[in-house]
């Protein structure tokens, strides 16, 4: 348990051992962030994934019997916050479930499929817990339609849901104890995995973060911030406006190395230009990490060859991924090889790309079985095409 202020504890857990979140490589494991309030009413904010239950009980208990706790909190139906609630509830006969109206309230029903106390409040619902109160701040989509923020006054710590927050298992609890490039890094890699199909909605929630000035920002994951507030509120500002800087992203996949020949080629083409590039290689990177990573690029350039008329399947996977996520306004490019069965490949990554919402160059270069020194030229001088165009 971790004291925030008198009468206010962390009392999440922490899984070090996790490292796949949905497909998300999670290297650092994550914290399911868990907040308890001791006023003349008690409200537990958050629950845990059900795994978890032991050890957020065990927290719990050293400060409270869990049945004196009058309110249950849901910020957000996901299982890795609200999976243990139904067992939680067994031990907190008196507590209400409170949770947004409609979505929170459909949601929490379709997952337990039992009649729950449920309280459902909406923007500007506020919970009086005897000197202190809990305000509502829905903000839907960041990341399930139910997402809201709660905030406590006259403390001014926002429960912040999944906004601002980092897959990190750490004994700290706070943004200053850890080193900073590597939590900024996590937060970006969790805001372009989670949240970057929802920039509007998550300028909103920043939006109402700023007006309400928080002394404490408490996600549902990861550390809180205290120290560093205007940085991560400063970063979301720029990814919800979907800042980018000069900087390319090549993925690739290759069966014979033929793609990869171009994948270099074009690399050397963007760099002589002076644009910093990186080039990942689907059977060695991530592509979560490959995602945080096109977070603040302004392109990303896709190569693949075919295999049994279709792209390989990790390209596949990969441009599924990116078509979900949407990374708008970003430039594209596409390239590959082929055999005897014509550049499909390439088509498809154009098709793909496109309905990820990049603008995608009509350029594209597509080599039959392996190139040659003039098609490694194109390669770069389609390299360098890309370059003075990020350059702008
Ligand atoms: Fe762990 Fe959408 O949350």
């Known amino acids: 348990m971790t004291r925030i202020a008198e009468g206010v504890f962390w009392v999440g857990a922490i899984d070090w051992t996790l490292r796949d979140f949905h497909g998300y490589s999670t290297p650092r494991g994550t914290t399911y962030n868990s907040y308890l309030v001791l006023d003349e009413k008690k409200a537990l904010i958050d629950a845990v994934r059900s795994t978890h239950l032991p050890e957020l009980l065990a927290r719990v208990k050293e400060i409270v019997d869990p049945g004196e706790i009058d309110y249950l909190v849901s910020l957000h139906v996901e299982p890795d916050h609200s999976g243990s609630l139904a067992q939680l509830l067994a031990l907190c006969p008196k507590a209400q479930l409170v949770t947004v109206e409609r979505h929170g309230e459909q949601g929490l029903e379709r997952y337990f499929h039992q009649k729950l106390p449920l309280m459902a409040v909406k923007e500007g619902s506020t919970l009086s817990l005897g000197k202190r109160s809990l305000s ?36 700290g609890r706070y943004d200053d104890q850890m080193d900073m490039g590597l939590l900024m890094s996590e937060a970006a890699k969790y805001y372009a995995n989670i949240i970057f199909p929802y920039p509007t909605q998550a300028a909103r929630a920043l939006e109402k973060t700023r007006a309400l000035q928080p002394k404490l920002i408490c996600p ?58 990186g080039l990942r290689s689907l059977g060695s990177y991530d592509p979560s990490d490959i995602v945080a990573e096109l977070l603040e690029a302004r392109a990303l350039a896709v190569g693949c060859p075919i295999l049994n008329n279709n792209l390989l399947p990790r390209m596949a996977a990969f441009l599924t991924y990116i078509k979900g996520l949407r990374p708008r306004g970003k430039i594209g490019a596409a390239f590959g090889s082929f ?53 702008g």
């Open 220 to 277: 549902s994951h990861g550390l809180l911030w205290r120290g560093h507030r205007p940085e991560i509120l400063e970063a979301y500002g720029r990814w919800t406006r979907g800042e980018t800087r000069p900087r390319a992203v090549v993925v690739y996949d290759t069966m014979w190395h033929s793609t990869e020949a171009m994948a270099l080629a074009l690399v050397e083409g963007i760099a002589r230009e002076g644009v910093e590039v």
């Open 136 to 171: 509502f701040i829905p903000i839907p989509l960041v990341h399930w339609p139910d997402n809201m923020m709660a905030f406590l006054s006259p403390d001014a710590f926002l429960f912040s849901t999944d906004c601002y927050g980092q897959h990190v298992a750490t004994s």
């Open 339 to 391: 055999g005897w069965g014509g550049a499909t490949a390439v088509k498809a990554i154009k098709e793909d790309l496109t309905l990820a919402g990049l603008e995608v160059m009509e350029d594209e270069l597509a080599v039959r079985f392996s190139p040659t020194a003039e098609e490694l030229q194109a390669c770069r001088q389609l390299g360098q095409k890309l370059a003075q165009k990020i350059k």
